[in-house]
């Protein structure tokens, strides 16, 4: 186990040293400059140059990697070029609306897709199991943004239960953030529900052609007795597994509905930043992102290992 | 029945999350929606207009100001006197100025910016504005003296910019992030990504706001912004987005539409130094090829006034020069013929991101293909336009908003984007600079917007309309933008 662990790791360490070049070099050649972009056409030359030399854009490119990546490494991400603070602080303040919204979304498309995809499955071909396929069929189709789009005609225009947007902070109380997360989080909960929901059913229906699930069967249980004790826990697997990845989507991927909602989150400061040409922002993200996927990767590869000794043999 | 509980325990658990967290604001405050967020708040070292919509006047002072209809009144300065050569300005200060911070505000601090905005390694946007000043002497502390090289007409004008505003060397070093002006508000807060909020300044000089406290808030897309209005989420939409959506507000008692003009002149640039564009007759038979109004309308909803030369036409010594570049798609294929392309060209246009240039460069695509000129489009984002077409000056055509307010004189500069070099031209900039007669001043603005029309230099367009939404309760906000600013300092609700 050890043996396996420490390649893992190896492995993990490999796969950040090329992201972090890899990343590096990608964004660095997208054109445009920090520097022009922030003093606009009237600028002159020579107050360009002092810009970027007040930036440290003056330096050759591999001394700012190495600053980067040395600075990363006692977790300081530098400074934005445009906001003039601390990339790490910006970062920290971001996290506290995507997390949140990450999580809420995660949570409801959970608390929805899993008693559909219960039912769907246990009414297989049934007039119940056909409104589910084709209510997720939709719900994967369209795009989470209509969705937002509908949610706030509803329910910020005309009933006036919810600001169409924005957030106020958790300092104005916890309710009046929930709040302000809800739409957002049912918009990007919808069609990761969908999918879920589908998983769910098909993960089941695989289980309920299993020998054990005919053994308990012939044991006497009803079918719906043997769904909930036996084909649900071994279903969870590939679920599990999915809803790992949506939740690095819902954290990386609200960019859309952050600007439908104007929140402030990571992804619109990412959307923002792109187009300043805020370089070391938009690496840091991207550094950060790539990093999380890493460690749950090394996680989940210790923890298969765990459950499963095949694996650490076979490495 | 089931479905029925099912739902109506939904709705209500909605009812009740809408319930949370309500408030109801008092009517000295005031929301301000705008698209853009300021990129930091020191509006003496970028060209962001988002930082001066929220701090020009509000926070930050300068020695003149602008007024709501474009007009330049002292500011700091209480009074002036001008010598007779036009080389020496000295500004009698209001006495009893503090900055936010407590600190008083005196001849050492004007010193202290113009030097700043001048200096060797100074990143101000708009420091040509300050390269005549020769010295700034501080007589006492209510008396500076500036001497100019050379007498400079536009003088008292280029001292009411966002970048000419006065700053202090006690809070200079974190005025990014943490503003210190002189003026009727104070920076309270800034939630990066969201909002910024400003109080009453309870020691202001001159006329306390009205207003205690206002807060900025940054909606990017149009439709959000449309939503965020409708929901009465915010007060005020400054520069609103889709002008689709006006006519909606219009009809609603809920609202006002201000529509104003601005200093935007936006024009089909064009590459004066590359093929087929060096040769002035191609250009005029493009003028003619191009009809105004079918862009304002189709690209604007009608929002937008013709012009004909690169003027704001709310000025004064503006001439409509239209009639030069009428829509004659004929003539201008005679003329395409006449120069040597009777079956037209191909070049491209580039197109940065707003509207007025994606969708104006659609149309105008259009209309040039009807007398056999191709383009091939590109959209750039701003970094990159700038990175291309304008420090490159890679491109045939493009469209740009030049919003800077009595910029005519970049004609004069063969290096600018667009290449134009009229020897002609830069001598009568050169007079106009050292003239300070108005009568002088105004026939010169004519023949200058003379010459650049009948040369063709750019394709002419539309003035920029400035166009906001606020709640029919807001009274004294700018219907036109002499400058980029959300001047809050005479704002207030109605009874």
């Known amino acids: 186990m050890l043996r396996y662990t420490l390649k893992r790791l190896l492995s993990l360490v490999i796969s950040l040293c090329v992201a972090s070049l890899v990343i590096f070099m990608v964004i660095e050649v997208a054109p445009g400059d920090p520097a022009s972009f922030m003093l606009g056409i009237n600028a002159q030359p020579e107050t360009v140059a002092a810009l970027r030399t007040e930036l440290g854009l003056d330096v050759p490119k591999y001394v700012r990697f190495l600053d980067w990546v040395g600075g990363m490494l006692q977790g300081d991400f530098g400074t934005s070029y445009t906001y003039r603070t601390p990339v790490t602080k910006m970062i920290g303040d971001r996290l506290w609306v995507s997390l949140p919204l990450a999580i809420y979304a995660l949570t409801l498309s959970t608390l929805i897709a899993f008693p559909v995809g219960i039912y769907a499955a246990s009414r297989r071909g049934k007039l119940g199991d056909a409104v589910v396929m084709g209510a997720t069929q939709l719900g994967v189709a369209v795009p989470n943004f209509w969705f937002a789009m509908m949610a706030v005609l509803v329910f910020a225009i005309n009933l006036r239960w919810f600001s169409a947007g924005g957030f106020p902070g958790w300092d104005k109380g916890f309710f009046g953030g929930l709040k302000a997360l809800t739409l957002p989080a049912i918009a990007l909960a919808l069609p990761q529900a969908s999918i879920l929901a589908r998983v769910m059913r098909s993960s089941l229906l695989d289980m309920l052609g299993e020998d054990f699930m005919r053994t308990a069967r012939a044991k006497g249980l009803t079918r719906r007795q043997a769904l909930w004790r036996h084909a649900l826990r071994n279903a969870m697997i590939p679920v599990l597994t999915i809803i790992g990845l949506q939740f690095s989507f819902l954290l990386a991927g609200s960019i859309i509905i952050e600007q439908v909602f104007f929140l402030p989150g990571l992804g619109r400061l990412v959307f923002q930043s792109i187009s300043q040409r805020d370089l070391i922002v938009v690496e840091s993200v991207v550094m950060l992102l790539v990093f999380s996927v890493i460690v749950v990767n090394f996680a989940v590869d210790l923890a298969y290992a765990a459950v499963d000794p095949r694996l650490r043999s076979r490495t | ?463 920029l309309a400035s166009m906001s939404v606020a709640k029919a309760g807001v009274v004294g906000l700018w219907q036109n933008s002499p400058t980029q600013a959300v001047d809050l300092t005479a704002v207030y609700w109605k009874e």
Do not use: C
């Not at chain 2, 200096?119 to 420091?127: G, I, L, M, W, Y």
């Not at chain 2, 259009?366 to 420090?391: D, H, M, P, Y």
């Not at chain 2, 000056?393 to 307010?405: A, C």
């Open chain 2, 1 to 463: 029945m089931s479905f029925i509980n099912a739902k109506t325990s939904f709705v209500s658990a909605m009812a009740l999350i809408a319930g949370m967290g309500m408030a109801q604001a008092a009517n000295t405050d005031i929301t301000v929606a705008m698209q853009l967020e300021p990129p930091h708040l020191d509006p003496t070292s970028a060209a962001a207009g988002a930082i001066d919509n929220v701090v020009y006047s509000n926070i930050f002072e300068g020695l003149t100001r602008f007024m709501g209809d474009g007009s330049v009144v002292p500011g700091l300065a209480e009074s002036w006197t001008v010598s007779d050569d036009g080389l020496t300005y000295t500004f009698k200060l209001h006495s009893g100025v503090k900055f936010h911070d407590g600190t008083t505000m005196d001849a050492e601090d004007v010193k202290f910016s113009l030097d700043r905005a001048r200096a060797e390694d100074s990143t101000n946007a708009q420091k040509g504005l300050f390269k005549n000043i020769a010295d700034v002497t501080v007589v006492d502390p209510t008396t500076v003296k500036v001497t100019l090289s050379a007498p400079t007409g536009n003088f008292l004008f280029n001292l009411a910019w966002g970048d000419a505003v006065i700053v202090a060397p006690e809070s200079i070093e974190n005025i990014k992030t943490h503003p210190v002006g002189t003026g009727a508000f104070t920076f309270t807060n800034w939630v990066q990504g969201d909002k910024i909020e400003l109080t009453r300044n309870a020691d202001y000089w001159g006329t306390p706001a009205k207003l205690e406290h206002a807060t900025f808030k940054f909606i990017s897309d149009p439709t959000a912004a449309f939503a965020a209005v409708m929901a009465e989420d915010v007060d005020v939409f400054s520069g609103f987005p889709a002008p689709e959506n006006l006519p909606q507000f219009e009809a609603d008692p809920r609202f006002q539409v201000l529509v104003g003009s601005t200093e935007g002149e936006t024009i089909l640039s064009t590459n004066n130094k590359m093929p087929p564009f060096d040769n002035v007759k191609v250009r005029e038979a493009m003028a003619h090829a191009i009809d105004r109004q079918a862009i304002i309308d189709g690209a604007m909803f009608g929002y937008g006034t013709p012009i004909g030369t690169h003027f704001a036409p709310h000025n004064p010594a503006y001439v409509d020069l239209t009639g030069l570049s009428k829509y004659d798609p004929a003539l201008a294929k005679k003329m395409l013929a006449e120069a040597g392309f009777p079956d037209g060209f191909t070049t491209t246009l580039k197109l940065p991101p707003p509207s007025y240039a994606r969708r104006g460069g659609e149309i105008i695509a259009a209309q040039l293909r009807e007398v056999g000129i191709k383009t091939e489009i590109s959209n750039l984002e701003w970094a990159q336009w700038l990175e291309q077409a304008f420090r490159g000056k890679d491109f045939g055509l493009t469209i740009v908003s030049h919003t800077e307010p009595m910029d005519i004189g970049i004609y004069a500069n063969p290096d600018y984007y667009f290449q134009y070099d009229n020897k002609d031209f830069q001598k009568l900039m050169e007079d106009l600079n050292l003239a300070t007669d108005p009568a002088k001043r105004t026939e010169m603005l004519q023949k200058a917007q003379r010459i650049i029309s009948e040369d063709y230099v750019n394709g002419y367009l539309f003035q």
